[in-house]
């Protein structure tokens, strides 16, 4: 007897303890659902006489602040940018990265992705230089910040930047308008809420937070 009153004594240890752990998952479980909230963001997209042609709405589970990083992800726009935008490690300086450090430091073989950060750390400027090889264009990135340091614009031209690359692409672009165009708006909490993108200077797709 004693042995059974020694088993139904460990058997309800176990249970309690399954409990336990049923219940703080329940309450975690709760508790991320509770810091979550169900957003519906809204894109137009317009024509090039600037009307809207089409719409949609979508929804996310939301747990943390907007920013260009959730709009990469959900809308695959902006997709090339500076991470992060703000490094203190950097100072006036520029940092180029050849893609394999160990082949030859020839564009038509390899290529670069360089980086220019201000006095304030911000970077302000990034350019990919382009691989010939594989037909992908070279481009450069200018970015424009508010005055708490947020980006509010971004400027990408494809075959500016770096010298005697796609030359002919150059020349034969019209250069009054960048390529694609960015603009950010935020809220007061700082999550972006409005998100436009401008081709040659012209209206194209509009993500609104709604």
């Given at each position: 007897m004693p042995c059974l009153h020694k088993a139904l004594f460990v058997s309800g240890n176990t249970m309690k303890t399954s409990l336990t752990i049923?219940?703080?998952?329940?309450?975690?479980?709760?508790l991320a659902q509770q810091s979550s909230s169900t957003l519906h963001f809204k894109t137009k997209y317009?024509?090039?006489?600037?009307?809207?042609?089409?719409?949609?709405?979508?929804t996310f589970?939301?747990?943390?602040?907007?920013?260009?990083?959730?709009?990469?992800?959900?809308?695959?726009?902006?997709?090339?940018?500076?991470?992060?935008?703000?490094?203190?490690?950097?100072?006036?300086?520029?940092i180029e990265i050849w893609r394999d450090p160990l082949k030859e430091k020839d564009f038509k073989k390899n290529w670069t992705y360089t980086t220019i950060y201000d006095n304030l750390s911000r970077a302000i400027k990034y350019i990919?230089?382009?691989?010939?090889?594989?037909?992908?264009?070279?481009?450069?990135?200018?970015?424009?910040?508010?005055?708490?340091?947020?980006?509010?614009?971004?400027?990408?031209?494809?075959?500016?930047g770096i010298e005697k690359v796609n030359d002919k692409l150059v020349k034969s672009k019209n250069r009054n308008f960048a390529d694609d165009d960015f603009l950010f708006k935020y809220d007061i909490q700082g999550n972006l809420i409005q998100l436009k993108c401008l081709k040659n200077g012209r209206l194209d797709v509009q993500i609104d937070k709604m």
């Amino acid at each position: 007897m004693p042995c059974l009153h020694k088993a139904l004594f460990v058997s309800g240890n176990t249970m309690k303890t399954s409990l336990t752990i049923l219940a703080l998952f329940f309450a975690l479980s709760l508790l991320a659902q509770q810091s979550s909230s169900t957003l519906h963001f809204k894109t137009k997209y317009f024509d090039e006489k600037g009307k809207v042609f089409k719409s949609k709405i979508d929804t996310f589970l939301v747990d943390q602040q907007i920013d260009l990083n959730f709009y990469k992800k959900h809308f695959y726009e902006p997709y090339y940018y500076p991470q992060p935008f703000i490094d203190t490690n950097y100072k006036d300086t520029t940092i180029e990265i050849w893609r394999d450090p160990l082949k030859e430091k020839d564009f038509k073989k390899n290529w670069t992705y360089t980086t220019i950060y201000d006095n304030l750390s911000r970077a302000i400027k990034y350019i990919y230089s382009g691989c010939l090889i594989c037909s992908q264009f070279p481009f450069n990135v200018k970015i424009y910040y508010d005055e708490i340091n947020r980006p509010i614009r971004m400027e990408k031209r494809y075959g500016i930047g770096i010298e005697k690359v796609n030359d002919k692409l150059v020349k034969s672009k019209n250069r009054n308008f960048a390529d694609d165009d960015f603009l950010f708006k935020y809220d007061i909490q700082g999550n972006l809420i409005q998100l436009k993108c401008l081709k040659n200077g012209r209206l194209d797709v509009q993500i609104d937070k709604m």
